[in-house]
């Protein structure tokens, strides 16, 4: 079992349609948790955080994170073809480190 | 948050040769870390770079390969030596402030090619 796993996709959704983007992790020690974007030959860039359960929303974008069940999810409302990229869900370690583990990442495509 | 310069953008090398990849940031900076990031994959770290000690290497990742170096808090260089095909990959420095739930930003990244 990977450590963070992630639907490779693509996943294609309408111009103006809701994305939903899922993460599960296997460390139940993990408290950090992370979306990244990653543009096509560009680095991750760093869209949310989110540390206890719930939703937490920034504009267009919503975190949910469920620890018992051991899920993360991104949603996005309004997509818009300016958000088809590869998104990384991102878990730091369950034992104190600073260290983030990856998950493989879904590629999102938004058609106009 | 941190501004991270990070060069070369890209080279293409010889196999047998190395290179030296600089990552510099425009400010004072706990953690610092190399990852990589092969073609259509993921990222994987390398090692923590630890500011004047050695680097904290991942599994399957060593210093002979990898040699990192940290000699100041906003400074540091990862070499990858004898490279092969193999080692065509983005190579990432990633840093952040504190913990690790602040997030981490990370550089342009450069790109390898080894041939």
């Known amino acids: 079992q990977k450590e963070v796993e992630q639907n490779s996709g693509p996943l294609s959704v309408p111009e103006g349609a809701i994305a939903s983007l899922n993460c599960t992790y296997s460390?139940?020690?993990?408290?950090?948790f992370f979306w990244y974007r990653q543009y096509s030959g560009k680095s991750p860039e760093l869209i949310m955080s989110?540390?206890?359960?719930g939703d937490k929303e920034d504009g267009r974008f919503t975190a949910q994170l469920n620890k018992a069940s051991q899920y993360v999810s991104l949603l996005i409302r309004d997509s818009q073809p300016s958000d088809s990229a590869t998104y990384l869900c991102a878990v730091n370690r369950g034992d104190s480190s600073y260290k983030l583990i990856f998950g493989s990442g879904t590629r999102l495509l938004v058609r106009p | 948050s941190a501004v991270i310069s990070q060069k070369p953008s890209r080279d293409i090398c010889q196999r047998g040769t190395s290179l030296t990849i600089q990552c510099q940031v425009d400010s004072q900076v706990t953690m610092m870390f190399w990852y990589r990031q092969q073609p259509g994959q993921s990222l994987t770290l390398i090692a923590t770079?630890?500011?004047?000690?050695?680097?904290?290497?991942e599994s399957g990742f060593v210093i002979d390969k990898f040699p990192i170096s940290r000699p100041n808090l906003t400074f540091s260089t990862l070499t990858v030596s004898n490279m092969s095909p193999e080692d065509s990959s983005i190579y990432l420095c990633?840093?952040?402030?504190?913990?690790?739930?602040?997030?981490?930003?990370f550089g342009s990244g450069t790109r390898l090619t080894v041939v």
């Open positions: 460390d139940r020690g993990s408290q950090s």
């Open positions: 989110i540390y206890s359960n």
């Open positions: 770079a630890n500011q004047g000690s050695e680097a904290t290497y």
């Open positions: 990633s840093v952040g402030r504190g913990q690790s739930s602040n997030g981490y930003t």
